[in-house]
């Protein structure tokens, strides 16, 4: 009877097996449908609403990509000759041993100056997109700010690491010798555009292979443009975060200023000054007495019909 017993417990008892499932299966649910969200809002942010502006505006909101894309047709066929290479050598040449004035005043030019031992269609096929889309989804003026201020950053980080010499600050220094390398051109300008739009268009996706790829390329090839490439993407980052959240940042800073600049003794009265005390209630209206004045009563019964007490 007792084993019968227990076999028929041990048979009514529920099973544990598979029983996360049920509790796994909402959390796979909303993480899916999170990415459904995330990928639809970056799929309108990057293609359909550019697609829709370029509708718009047409072939002439394109202007600065396709300057960018035939400026380094041009130079990239002026640098097949000899003393075309020259020329492209002194116009938009930047290494890190020019003085500085002179590194400025071409790097504006070598935006348009590809690298001979890289494809230059593809470049120029990267150049074109990124460009086009930044000027349909930010503007030409901020477009041009972009890539000239992303491609600085990479160009006078060069500098810095090259003046700290290949033992200075945790090994991140450069040796002498690189200060001979030609700059990035307009690989930089492409990542800074890419990198900029993924942070104020809040698409991960590009963000990722546009950051990625640099960490990679860093990785796989440890050279300058690795890492003029990195510089790049955190001063689109920096910028981006600034745009983003530009108006909470400058607000943060005000008040941070307005608190600085207030003399302590002011600060310590206000922290020690005693809470106000709430002013009394008015006090209420006095009740109208009628002018034959309040009835008193003198101790007798008078009665209303005779008038006698």
Do not use: K
């Not at 810095?160 to 030609?182: C, K, R, S, T, Y």
């Not at 443009?225 to 981006?240: D, F, K, P, Q, Y």
């Not at 005693?274 to 009563?297: F, M, Y």
């Amino acid at each position: 009877m007792r084993v019968g017993a227990a076999g028929s417990d041990r048979t009514s008892r529920p099973t544990n097996t598979g029983g996360h499932v049920p509790a796994i299966r909402p959390a796979l649910a909303r993480g899916a449908r999170g990415t459904g969200r995330v990928l639809r809002g970056e799929w309108h942010a990057i293609v359909v609403d550019p697609v829709r502006r370029l509708a718009h505006r047409g072939l002439p909101g394109l202007l600065l990509a396709f300057v960018a894309a035939f400026g380094v047709i041009f130079f990239h066929d002026l640098a097949q000759h000899p003393a075309g290479a020259t020329w492209v050598r002194r116009l938009g040449g930047v290494t890190a041993d020019l003085p500085l004035w002179l590194s400025l005043l071409r790097t504006p030019v070598s935006l348009y100056v590809p690298a001979l031992d890289l494809p230059v269609w593809a470049g120029i096929t990267q150049l074109f997109l990124a460009f086009a889309l930044a000027e349909l989804v930010l503007g030409r003026a901020r477009t041009l700010f972009i890539s000239y201020a992303t491609t600085l950053a990479g160009t006078l980080t060069a500098r810095a690491m090259i003046a700290l010499g290949p033992d200075g600050w945790w090994g991140l220094g450069l040796p002498p010798e690189a200060g001979q390398v030609l700059d990035t051109g307009p690989s930089a300008a492409v990542v800074g555009l890419f990198t900029y739009l993924a942070v104020v268009r809040r698409a991960p996706v590009v963000f990722t292979l546009t950051g990625g790829s640099m960490v990679w390329e860093s990785i796989a090839i440890p050279n300058l443009a690795g890492r003029e490439h990195l510089i790049a993407v955190g001063a689109a980052v920096v910028l981006g975060v600034l745009h983003t959240h530009g108006a909470r940042l400058r607000h943060l800073l005000r008040s941070l200023t307005v608190r600085r600049t207030e003399p302590p003794a002011a600060r310590r009265d206000t922290s020690l000054a005693p809470a106000a005390v709430p002013a009394p209630p008015p006090p209420a209206p006095a009740r109208a007495v009628t002018s034959a004045g309040p009835r008193q009563c003198d101790g007798f019964r008078t009665s209303t019909r005779a008038g006698t007490p």
